[in-house]
């Protein structure tokens, strides 16, 4: 040690031949060296700026710039580790020399003589051997540190950068470590305490060696008395202080524990940052989720569904489980992320857990169905038992009801016409136009769909359908549903925004008729359990998969979109029969009474929007004839002509006039 301090000190100080050219070979070892990147916490915020998760890396750290750490802290820093700090450029050549004389006394070694700056490129640069090359590049980086650094950012750098032990690096995660607050809190007598730990922390750590911690403490107090900081008295009230430690109140927890596991899914699988970046890369990650919205749609799902989510199988005493996505439609951004389950017991996220949607997907039949020229006003499919090789499709109604318009089998939601008409567009063109509006993911797998597509027989996200529904009410234009809205890096000004660029996947001339037809349906259809009382222009559809084990409803206004489900999440051919007076449950009862129950309060306040503006380019229908077309043509034609004559019949039987066209009968004749 003692040559070892004697030769940096040497070579340092400059020399022969010998030291300037080993000079030159550290300058050669240490030119480029890359900063060693300190993993720290990453936190993620609501759109309202409060926290939803602190995310710990391995090596617990927040960053703070040097403004939120007590001034207490930074002097009692200073005053243990480097008290000429403020006056030496990187090296204290004055430390040297007596450090090398105290060596020399005692014939070991009795004192160090690195400077703060050298600490933090040991930290930043070097790793923690006792070796000459080690110390001598320690003192060269410190020395060229501090012609690009000011003292403060040196500083705020190595209170930043050094561990306090309790698995906490830096001032921000000490202070929560030891005291449960803020960097910027600190107390004189607290600072004091965690300014003596960097030199040995694990053995001055207060909650496993508290006489250690309080005698390091002394002498921290000791040198800002030496210093001139603090009183003798300060000085003594300091030294009989108890450490009073707390653990931390800042909770490392989840508020929101299904969204911010979506946010950092879409995190780890992004290449631009990935799982290292998250647990270690100190983002800050600003989402879209607001919070007023989030409680609104929790407060919908438990006033509808009263009684705790089963958590093992169906009981007279649980309910099924209730999910709630809602999305901006002008923008794509997730508002809310809601279920009735508890994360505790299931890690699986409903927003994005794959099921049957039922008649939701109508829409997207009747869309793609439009986008190739049907007029759903006036073409006719015949409405009753419908069977197609070995697919067999019933109405509601036991029999037929004969020809109806596509538009009133949407508002009806008929399943045999939406049969019919899925083999007409094709199942392709189903698939294609539900994923163009935001189905993006479920049915990549489905090469060869069949028409069982329109009934919703292929299992999909909510989170999709919402997307999906999201670009009805923007008219035709998709915007990815996205749940980050910006990232920061802590300590630095780098800064990433993120926006879904609008696309044109549907003709506002086809997603004005849709919007059309599904405000019908919330007016007088299928889901009128789910219209508000103020009027706003609304839009939605039901949806029920078979023996009521799924049940939807999605919906929107121009500028909410939310979809509902509600289901047996582990039972996914368990019957829905009877919860919270529904018996059965469909998509428009309980699904539909949720969606009302979030629209009524989520609105309240709101200024009324105008009704969807007019389109650009107004549907334009085409030459529409189908071999089923044409079968429901001719029945109603059929009917149309027994009808009148059925008319015409009871007219002639319940006419007494006189026919114009008969003369009176003569008198009788008389003789005489």
């Given amino acids: 040690m003692i040559v070892s301090v004697a030769v940096v000190f040497l070579v340092l100080a400059g020399g022969s031949v010998a030291v300037s050219s080993y000079i030159d070979g550290v300058r050669v070892a240490v030119t480029g060296l890359p900063e060693r990147q300190l993993a720290q916490n990453s936190v993620i915020y609501a759109r309202d700026g409060s926290v939803l998760e602190v995310v710990p890396s391995e090596e617990n750290r927040t960053q703070v710039s040097l403004d939120a750490v007590s001034p207490w802290l930074q002097t009692a820093t200073v005053a243990i580790e480097d008290r000429r700090f403020y006056e030496h450029n990187g090296v204290d050549w004055r430390s040297v020399a007596r450090a090398v004389a105290a060596d020399v006394r005692a014939g070991h070694a009795t004192q160090g003589a690195s400077t703060l700056t050298q600490q933090l490129m040991r930290a930043l640069y070097l790793d923690d051997r006792h070796t000459l090359d080690r110390k001598v590049k320690e003192a060269y980086l410190a ?343 910006e990232i920061d890096y802590a300590g630095s000004n780098q800064q990433l925004k993120f926006t879904a660029p609008a696309q044109r996947v549907l003709s506002d001339g086809i997603a004005s008729e849709v919007n059309r037809i599904l405000g019908e349906n919330i007016r007088y259809g299928t889901g009128v359990r789910a219209q508000t009382s103020d009027g706003r222009p609304q839009a939605g559809k039901t949806g029920t998969t078979d023996h009521e084990v799924d049940a939807w409803f999605c919906g929107y206004t121009p500028d909410i979109a939310a979809c509902v489900w509600v289901g047996y999440p582990r039972y996914d051919r368990y019957p829905m029969s009877s919860v919270e007076g529904a018996s059965p449950v469909f998509g428009g009862t309980l699904p539909a009474e949720i969606w009302h129950q979030f629209m009524q309060s989520v609105l309240v306040g709101r200024v009324l929007p105008h009704d969807w503006p007019p389109p650009r380019h107004p549907f334009v229908a085409k030459p529409w004839s189908t071999r089923y077309t044409q079968i429901a043509a001719a029945a109603a034609a059929a009917n149309a002509a027994s009808n009148a004559a059925a008319a015409s019949s009871k007219a002639a039987q319940t006419d007494t006039s006189t026919p114009t066209d008969t003369l009176p009968l003569p008198p009788p004749t008389t003789t005489g």
């Avoid at 009183?231 to 009073?244: E, I, R």
């Avoid at 019919?420 to 698939?431: E, K, M, S, T, Y």
């Avoid at 529904?469 to 996205?482: C, D, L, N, P, S």
């Fill in 143 to 485: 020395l060229e540190y501090e012609k690009t650094h000011t003292k403060a950012q040196i500083l705020e750098k190595y209170l930043n950068t050094v561990p306090y032990g309790h698995f906490a690096y830096g001032a921000e995660a000490a202070a929560q470590a030891y005291f449960g607050i803020h960097a910027r809190d600190l107390t004189m007598i607290q600072s004091a305490l965690l300014a003596g730990l960097p030199q040995a922390p694990s053995r001055f750590d207060p909650w496993l060696h508290p006489v250690a911690a309080t005698i390091r403490r002394e002498e921290v107090l000791a040198a800002l008395r030496d210093a001139g900081v603090i009183s003798d008295a300060a000085y003594a009230a300091g030294v009989a202080a108890p450490l009073a430690l707390q653990h931390a109140k800042v909770q490392l927890r989840t508020a929101e524990p299904y969204f911010v596991q979506y946010v950092v899914n879409a995190l780890n699988a992004d290449p631009q940052f990935g799982a290292d970046a998250v647990r270690h890369g100190g983002l800050r990650v600003h989402t879209t989720i607001d919070g007023r919205m989030q409680k609104q749609a929790y407060s919908a799902l438990r006033t509808i569904m009263r009684l705790p989510p089963c958590a093992n199988q169906p009981l007279p005493t649980c309910d099924p489980a209730a999910a709630m996505v809602v999305i901006d439609p002008r923008t794509g951004e997730i508002r809310a992320m809601a279920a009735t389950q508890s994360f505790s017991r299931s890690q699986v996220n409903l927003a994005e857990a794959v099921r049957q949607p039922g008649s939701t997907f109508k829409p997207f039949t009747l869309a793609a169905a439009m986008e190739a020229g049907m007029d759903p006003s006036t073409t006719l499919y015949e409405s009753g038992p419908f069977q197609f090789g070995t697919w067999q499709v019933h109405t509601a109604e036991p029999t037929g009801v004969g020809p109806k318009t596509v538009e009133a089998a949407t508002v009806a939601s008929d399943n045999t016409i939406f049969a019919q008409l899925a083999i007409d567009v094709g199942p392709r063109q189903i698939r294609e136009m539900a994923q163009r509006l935001g189905v993006t993911q479920s049915l990549n797998a489905d090469e060869n769909p069949g028409p069982s597509i329109t009934l919703g027989a292929y299992s999909v996200k909510p989170l999709e359908m919402a997307s999906a529904y999201a670009t009805f009410a923007a008219m035709g234009t998709y915007h990815r549903a996205h749940a980050i809205a």
